[in-house]
């Protein structure tokens, strides 16, 4: 959890808000998804964020952030993990008011579209 003092009093953000707000920002990423299987195995799309795939780390009002993805297959994976990277920060800093240290992305699927 964040905490940082106010004028009139204290702010406290727990960390499911910024894994809520960072897999909003994945959602705004064409061809990218928070990456989760369902019991069968099969790639579900862009859905809410789970806790296994989405790790915040807050130390000094500072975050760190760990997402596994799935991307779609024929992107370029570089390019298009470095713009998830800034689309998170940009999201996370303008919300919470916190520095975001680093986004760390793991692409763990790729999605094969019919």
Same mark, same amino acid.
């Given at each position: ?39 069968? %195995?099969?790639?579900?799309? #862009? /859905?809410?964020?789970?806790? @296994?795939? =989405?790790? +915040? ?39 919470? %008011?916190?520095?975001?240290? #680093? /986004?760390?992305?793991?692409? @763990?699927? =790729?999605? +094969?579209?019919?």
């Amino acid at each position: 959890m964040l905490r940082k003092k106010l004028e009139k009093g204290e702010l406290s953000i727990f960390d499911d808000v910024i894994k809520i707000i960072t897999g909003m920002a994945i959602t705004e990423q064409d061809g990218v998804a928070v990456s989760t299987t369902s019991i069968k %195995g099969k790639l579900l799309e #862009k /859905v809410k964020p789970v806790s @296994n795939s =989405i790790k +915040i780390n807050t130390m000094n009002e500072k975050i760190v952030i760990d997402v596994k993805v799935a991307i779609t297959y024929g992107k370029d994976i570089p390019k298009a993990m470095q713009e998830l990277q800034n689309l998170i920060k940009n999201h996370v800093e303008l919300f919470t %008011g916190f520095t975001v240290q #680093k /986004v760390n992305v793991i692409v @763990n699927q =790729i999605i +094969i579209e019919d």
